[in-house]
């Protein structure tokens, strides 16, 4: 079962839709570029390589749907397309990276407007395949760091639901799993939309790995009382001097240090940065609502009139990062993105 894929039968793009998990495994279809960006800017698609892959197959549905009988004609209608697409969510880099290089490969090699169509919808589709492919590769890499019997704290969701398939944090657990090894997951909740409890633990408990649910806040104790053996986590954007993964990482990367517990992040090549720096860097802010309500519950959980502050991400130093797990191999400090890029 893969997250996100291509519906042949309709021409559309085919997606679980998250908000609905744990409650109900649910597919949406989505037809047209409005509908693309609201299901990334609700999070019924989320997580940075399912979020690559979505603006890839977005611009691939632009270029079907457009009635363009040029190339240039045709070129434009995408790139309207990716705009918008690229501005549903700022912090993931994925998402600009999908859309770009589709882009890319339909103006190097779009002799003509069909010829434009056929190549968009390949190059993404591969884009697909090759995520799972890079995320076993993580896997393959970082399973060599979990010693049989771990108990690993992860926090949001990196798993498969995040990807095409697999995952990178969960990758790497899954692929120890494979190996044989018994590990233990503590999966922090990840207020306020609950990624950790609603998506992490539905998906190891379906792949019958041990899973605990905790709220953010109980992370710190565990590690003071020895029960955490290793930190992993994905990410949104890697930029030589920061890691941008969901909010609370950074706090949970303090404790590790804290307490000489490993902090890994496990992230594909994608989802490096090494051009920007920190002022670049837009930390995506989300509706106050979102915290103002839990879940669907109307009654207020924070007094109407008290503002509220809602950043989706934080971002994680260097220092505080054990080693980086990529389909290129470990990297451990001093981490240099452009030697993890070069493999
Ligand atoms: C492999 S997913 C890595 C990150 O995208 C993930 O940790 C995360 O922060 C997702 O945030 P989300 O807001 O749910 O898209």
Redesign the pocket.
Known sequence: MRTIEWDDSDSSIKMIDQTLLPGELKFINCRNIAEVCEAIQS?RI??????GVCGAFGVALSAQLSSANTVEGMIKDMKTAGEAIKKT?PT?I?LGWGVDRVLQVAEEEGLDPQLIRNIALEEAKNMADEDVAVNKKIGKYGAKLLRDGDVVLT?????RT??VDW???LGVIRSAVADGKKITVIACETRP?N?GSRITAWELHEDKIPVQVITDSTAGFLMSEGVINKVI????RITQEFVY??IG?YTHSVLAKEHNIPFYV??PVS?LDPESWEENVQI?RRSEDEIRYIGSCKDLNVPAGVPILNL??DKTPMENVSAIITENGVFYPPILLDEIILG
């Not at 926090?155 to 798993?159: F, K, L």
């Open positions: 999070l989320r997580g940075a390589p399912a979020l969510r993931a994925n926090h949001c969701n990196a798993g995040a990807c995952g990178t944090a939309l990624q986590v994905g990410a949104d993964n969901k990482t496990a992230a989802t995506e989706a991400f």
